[in-house]
């Protein structure tokens, strides 16, 4: 019980810092209109109320095209999102205005998809902003990415078509500053003729390519670098290129006389929150798959101001030496790291699939079973 109640009054103190930490930002965008929605699927057992208005029942796996609506709202967030807090009110006042209207509350839907989110965080958002429509944990990011990864708050108007697929309508990236303006795009969402559009398929989010704040060189040096500080001599270097296509930087080391091989993965991954700057870094590992090392490259929190010497402290305290093959889940009782709490939730997410990369290494024969 005491471990529980910590655990929410870490989320409480993070949220009371989002909601004074006050950033004003918007941008509207035709992205994805016609595409097709993908089927996405989710398995999490939802209240008997929120069954009841989804319209699905004595389910545990639900597919979001079996949802009983003419018109699905979604919104893609993350709970420490600055503008998917400011922006919960507001999507609130509109389900009240749906369930008020008979023809509405008939044809439309809202849901939420929360990226990067657990159960747990995902209950106390519902909870703290008393949100009756259900949100989706997304933990490892499988359905933010299905729709192109985009940053949140990310809001999609889903049209069902005869054969049941969904049909991109409208979008909208960033916060929305009124119900109302989400009311009028759900009237004018409702009147497309599907049958007149020409559909494609691909995300419904297609954003810029990602690139490392510094050139290869430099990242090349940091990698060699380092060797020293892990007690080693460097024997041979090498970037090899996958099958799939992934990089990945190979080196022999001299450890007292034994040589082993690390492994370095570069991570680009795409910031979640709509105000925040994109996240960059190498981690390594050795043929036994443990985490040896983490390198930043742009780790940003709160107000896009870099991480801290201790910040980076606390992070490779948390990470250094675990095992792949274990879990890398994000607790944010211990992982946290003050105004960076997305990021965190980035590099986690990136260490969990660090085994799929062992995998390809090892079936390409550059780890010997």
């Not at 795409?270 to 981690?283: G, I, P, S």
């Not at 607790?331 to 990369?357: C, H, M, N, W, Y």
Request: net charge positive; charged share 30%.
């Amino acid at each position: 019980m005491a471990r529980k109640k910590l655990y929410f009054l870490g989320l409480v103190f993070i949220f009371v810092k989002l909601i004074f930490y006050n950033i004003a930002y918007s941008e509207t965008k035709t992205i994805g209109f016609a595409a097709v929605f993908p089927e996405l699927t989710f398995e999490y057992q939802l209240r008997k109320e929120e069954q009841t208005y989804l319209g699905i029942h004595g389910k545990k796996v639900y597919r979001l095209n079996e949802i009983k609506a003419s018109l699905l709202l979604i919104e893609f967030l993350n709970i420490y999102c600055v503008n998917c807090v400011k922006q919960a009110p507001l999507l609130n006042e509109v389900y009240s205005h749906i369930q008020n209207d008979k023809d509405l509350k008939e044809n439309v839907k809202i849901i939420g998809i929360a990226a990067g989110n657990n159960i747990n965080e995902v209950k106390f958002f519902k909870d703290r902003f008393e949100i009756p429509y259900p949100i989706f944990p997304d933990p490892n990011f499988s359905a933010h990415e299905a729709v192109g990864a985009p940053r949140t708050p990310f809001m999609i108007w889903v049209r069902k078509g005869k054969d049941g697929k969904g049909i991109v309508v409208s979008t909208h990236l960033g916060v929305i500053d009124s119900s109302d303006k989400i009311l009028e795009e759900i009237k004018v969402a409702l009147q497309y003729d599907l049958d007149l559009l020409q559909l494609k398929v691909g995300s419904v989010y297609e954003g810029e390519n990602l690139k490392p704040p510094i050139k290869e060189e430099e990242i090349i040096e940091r990698l060699n670098s380092r060797i020293e500080s892990l007690r080693g001599k460097l024997i041979e270097f090498k970037k090899i290129v996958l099958k799939d296509g992934d990089s990945i930087y190979m080196e022999r080391v001299d450890f007292d006389g034994s040589q082993n091989y690390l492994f370095s993965k570069l991570v680009s991954r795409r910031a979640v929150c709509d105000v925040c700057h994109d996240t960059f870094f190498l981690y390594t590992f050795n043929t036994e798959g443990k985490i040896i090392d983490l390198i930043p490259i742009q780790l940003t929190k709160i107000g896009n101001r870099n991480w801290t010497e201790e910040d980076i402290k606390k992070l490779k305290t948390r990470v250094i030496g675990r095992s792949i093959f274990k879990s890398f889940s994000f607790d944010p009782r211990v992982d946290s790291i003050s105004g960076a709490t997305i990021t965190a939730v980035l590099i986690f997410d990136s260490l969990e699939k660090a085994r799929q990369v062992y995998e390809k290494l090892r079936k390409e024969g550059y780890i010997k079973d």
